[in-house]
């Protein structure tokens, strides 16, 4: 990127060699884990992944079909770039120059008799009505979206010009992620809540009396954190949902029926990760809203 003063550079580093395709590696709770693998085991349907670049929305999508993976079913991915080669999967990379979209590998992979199909990212009309073609044709379809949390991602596929009826028709499941960084083992040390942490918590319907904290050591170059962990908010499309979604209903519905069928939302599974004193509250806070 250009700057005023030189250039500005990002490196992204991928390290191969970590077990990022172990799906019970990802820091799914228990809840989250059963209503993710439940959906991503059905025979056709989109399941999107949200959040921001280096949310770690790849590895969860790699991590879910390693698991799918078998010499049974056909899985054609098309990425942008591809960064991880996985054993027994075709995988394409995107290449706008020669005219390899998203949309034009979606349209080739089809008539491949694919099972499961992975598609980097939705980021336009085209792209979306294609997968969701797919999906009601009998295909499971996986996929990203940039949004904030799950909710929003729903009404972006209709900003996208997306019909509800489309969507409630296709739509399985939307799981929102982030990234946090867990306190260093070598350093943590056990304090006592603070006022404004148990406030936090007692909203949320939840208690806290200890947090663990890293003081800084060596270990972590003196920052107190060590490694990240993910945390999930996983948004199942039932009935009632798709009622609101095909009458064009708010955010705020879809949120009503969410907190009804006990929807874990980010903040809640960082919470609960704090009280596990995997993580700290100020962590949490940094990436999920406290409403």
């Known amino acids: 990127l250009p700057t005023v003063f030189g250039e500005k550079i990002v490196m992204r580093i991928l390290d191969l060699s970590a077990n990022l395709t172990d799906i019970s590696k990802l820091g799914f709770n228990d809840t989250n884990m059963e209503r993710f693998m439940r959906e991503i085991e059905k025979p056709n349907g989109i399941v999107l992944i949200s959040g921001p670049t280096g949310s770690g929305k790849s590895s969860t999508l790699y991590a879910a079909l390693n698991k799918l993976n078998s010499e049974e079913v056909n899985i054609i991915t098309v990425e942008d770039p591809v960064e991880y080669q996985l054993e027994g999967i075709n995988q394409i990379q995107v290449n706008s120059n020669v005219g390899l979209t998203f949309a034009a590998g979606l349209r080739s992979i089809l008539r491949q008799d694919p099972d499961i ?86 909203k949320r319907g939840l208690t806290i009396d200890v947090v663990a904290r890293g003081k800084g050591c060596p270990q972590c170059n003196m920052t107190g954190y060590r490694g990240r962990m993910a945390i999930h908010e996983v948004l199942v499309v039932d009935e009632d949902m798709k009622n609101i979604i095909n009458r064009n209903g708010s955010a705020a519905e879809i949120r009503e029926i969410a907190v009804k069928n006990k929807t874990i939302f980010l903040i809640d599974d960082g919470l609960l990760k704090v009280k596990e004193g995997m993580t700290s509250t100020e962590e949490v806070l940094r990436v999920a809203i406290a409403e």
């Open 117 to 202: 199909v992975m598609v980097g990212e939705i980021r336009d009309k085209e792209t979306a009505d294609i997968s969701i073609r797919a999906s009601l044709t009998g295909h499971l379809v996986l996929s990203t979206i940039h949004t904030n949390d799950s909710i929003a991602s729903i009404t972006r596929l209709m900003d996208m010009g997306i019909e509800p009826f489309l969507v409630t028709a296709s739509l399985n499941a939307v799981v929102a992620q982030r990234l946090i960084r867990k306190v260093c083992r070598d350093c943590r040390a056990i304090e006592p809540a603070t006022v404004r942490e148990q406030e936090i918590f007692a």
